[in-house]
């Protein structure tokens, strides 16, 4: 496993992960579901490559958290204030973590799929939600590998792979190595991160074509 994430934090008296502060000139662009968002401008096509033990290979790119330029990043802003909770700002924005087993998804057994909170772009499907134990919200994999990218996080002295929504660079979580098959990876997500919406109502919210992950 890659470092230890904040259950075992709360465990050992340490404090919630507070996450790094990536800095970058931002291009704020408004997103079709909820007209908000804001990604850091790309100025590089590349990204240095991290190897991170278990995650390494398999089509994972890890980013270094020291390159602003190529990682998708939040500038908070009025709207995003006025639009979000307090908690989902903390953990969006603030790449704060919100508390284990008091988070409004962590025991969700409905069938649907879960969006970004900021600009509703589909990421996990319950058909990939399992119990991890953990106290949030696990998945086995994304809906789409593409829509998420993986940052290097040496917070606390520990190596961990953050997780951010690539569309509105809101901090989702982290990925661990110790999930189930057929990945054999937890992705450990934010109940604040997430949007969901149930199988009954995918074709009037938008997402019609997704009704086909659980036929």
């Known amino acids: 496993m890659i470092g230890v994430d904040n259950l075992a934090r709360r465990a050992t008296g340490m404090p919630a992960r507070r996450g790094h502060r990536l800095m970058g000139i931002?291009?704020?662009?408004?997103?079709?579901?909820?007209?908000?968002?804001?990604c850091a401008a790309r100025t590089s096509a590349e990204s240095e490559v991290v190897p991170l033990p278990g995650l390494e290979g398999g089509g994972l790119v890890i980013k270094k958290a020291a390159d602003p330029t190529n990682v998708c990043v939040i500038i908070p802003n009025d709207e995003l204030r006025a639009r979000l909770s307090p908690e989902q700002f903390?953990?969006?924005?603030?790449?704060?973590?919100e508390p284990a087993f008091r988070n409004a998804y962590w025991d969700n057994h409905a069938k649907g799929i879960y969006v970004d909170a900021i600009d509703g772009t589909p990421l996990f499907s319950s058909q990939a939600k399992y119990d991890s134990g953990s106290g949030w919200p696990?998945?086995?994999?994304?809906?789409?590998?593409?829509?998420?990218?993986?940052?290097?996080?040496?917070?606390?002295?520990?190596?961990?792979v953050e997780v951010r929504s690539k569309s509105s660079g809101g901090h989702l979580g982290h990925v661990f190595d110790d999930g189930p098959d057929p990945s054999g990876l937890r992705w450990c997500i934010n109940s604040a991160s997430l949007r969901f919406?149930?199988?009954?109502?995918?074709?009037?919210?938008?997402?019609?074509?997704?009704?086909?992950?659980?036929?």
């Open 26 to 38: 931002a291009i704020l662009l408004p997103m079709l579901a909820f007209g908000l968002g804001g």
């Open 197 to 215: 919406v149930p199988v009954a109502d995918l074709e009037k919210e938008g997402y019609g074509e997704l009704a086909k992950l659980f036929k």
């Open 138 to 160: 696990s998945f086995y994999a994304p809906i789409d590998e593409t829509r998420v990218e993986l940052v290097e996080d040496l917070a606390y002295g520990m190596v961990r």
């Open 90 to 97: 903390a953990v969006l924005v603030e790449s704060e973590t």
